[in-house]
């Protein structure tokens, strides 16, 4: 037989008070089972299992609106894993945060006791400097941040082809190449089109991140074709004339020294091989950019534009000086969106000072994203990828 637990027994229960039980059932957010003809909550056994989700959820970080809105029990579990991900996001910027200030301290310490002069300016600049390493040091630990972003691209553009097939068919494979990926993230290129592979190719798949590297190799899964390797594109380690194609997909406005890493590529690839490298231009997602700069002026989701580094409108010019036969196929696509969390995922994968500006400001931020897509939100995209052909 169900047993009831009246309000008392059941915040007695669950170790929280009467009134919280109460304000949840004003909030709409856990309902009593039944209300006797007196007026009288009771509780079972389910609603102490929704009960435990809110006080966790709560503890997590969720405002009880948050809470109301991941529809508890409804198996919605797209919802939660990226919910759960914002949280952990400014959990990790919380606690970098709090790393740099016990380092502070310690550093003005240890000034104030050999009696030597604190240039306080100094020490607030180190905390700021710290700060985006250290952001930048999350970013690439894993694929987290990486999928974010594709996933927003892959759940709501307006080109059903999507990118990484569209990507996939301008690589022409044939039988028996041998391809080299630089700054091959999650693997999704392959992931996603892995029943297309022309039969005997051997694809070596790089990145600087052994845990984006170890993420990829799990989307994959287990394929002999595959090989992995952890190596800086700036120094590629294999001999001349190796790969018959070479990809870069997004990756080249993150080198340090372009014209060494297009110097290698070169270099590797057989005569008559390909270079594939994407990009976008200035136009491309403008409109995330102005959302979060109308919120705070001082949020910046790059700390550089890397379109001007490696884009659209200049990229023909700085493969140039390496390729002789360049042509650009352009990715017709756009987002149209009216949902607020992958936004936000998006916003916060990105490697600017945006967690930290917004890490005391989530739910005002959070309202106010929400109020910008209600009824749909448009985002731009101007993306393509440059082909080049070594004579």
Avoid at 208 to 229: C, R, T, V
Wanted: hydrophobic content about 35%; overall charge neutral.
């Amino acid at each position: 037989m169900q047993t009831y637990y009246t309000s008392g027994e059941f915040a007695h229960k669950a170790h929280v008070s009467i009134r919280t039980i109460r304000y949840y059932d004003q909030k709409n957010l856990l309902k009593p089972a039944i209300r006797t003809k007196s007026g009288a909550r009771k509780y079972t056994d389910q609603d102490f299992a929704k009960l435990q989700q809110i006080l966790l959820l709560k503890y997590l970080g969720f405002s009880l609106s948050d809470i109301r809105e991941m529809t508890i029990g409804s198996g919605d579990e797209r919802l939660l894993l990226d919910s759960l991900q914002i949280q952990k996001r400014l959990a990790q910027q919380r606690l970098e945060e709090m790393k740099n200030v016990v380092n502070a301290i310690d550093s003005t310490s240890q000034a104030l006791k050999a009696n030597d002069q604190v240039d306080w300016n100094k020490m607030l600049d180190l905390i700021h400097l710290t700060s985006m390493n250290q952001s930048l040091s999350l970013q690439y630990k894993n694929a987290t941040n990486i999928s974010a972003r594709i996933r927003l691209h892959r759940d709501y553009s307006t080109n059903k082809e999507g990118w990484f097939h569209w990507l996939f068919k301008q690589l022409h494979l044939k039988p028996g190449m041998k391809i080299l990926e630089l700054g091959a993230g999650n693997g999704a290129l392959w992931s996603q089109n892995l029943d297309h592979l022309p039969s005997g190719v051997t694809i070596v798949l790089s990145d600087i991140s052994e845990g984006i590297l170890a993420d990829a190799k799990n989307e994959i899964g287990d394929h002999p074709q595959f090989q992995y390797a952890v190596f800086d594109a700036q120094k590629i380690p294999f001999a001349d004339e190796t790969f018959d194609l070479v990809i870069a997909n997004h990756m080249l406005f993150y080198c340090d020294d372009i014209p060494q890493t297009l110097k290698e590529v070169r270099r590797v690839l057989k005569t008559n091989g390909i270079f594939a490298c994407s990009t976008y231009s200035k136009k491309h997602m403008h409109e995330i950019t102005d959302l979060v700069q109308n919120f705070n002026a001082n949020i910046v989701l790059s700390s550089t534009n890397l379109y001007e580094l490696f884009g659209l409108d200049n990229g023909r010019k700085i493969l140039s000086s390496f390729f002789n036969k360049i042509t650009c196929h352009k990715y017709q696509d756009s987002i149209e969106i009216s949902e607020t969390t992958p936004i936000i995922s998006y916003i916060l994968s990105c490697h600017g000072n945006q967690n930290s500006i917004l890490l005391d400001h989530y739910q005002e931020f959070k309202h106010y994203v929400e109020e910008k897509v209600h009824g749909g939100f448009h985002i731009t995209k101007d993306v393509g990828c440059f082909i080049c052909k070594k004579d």
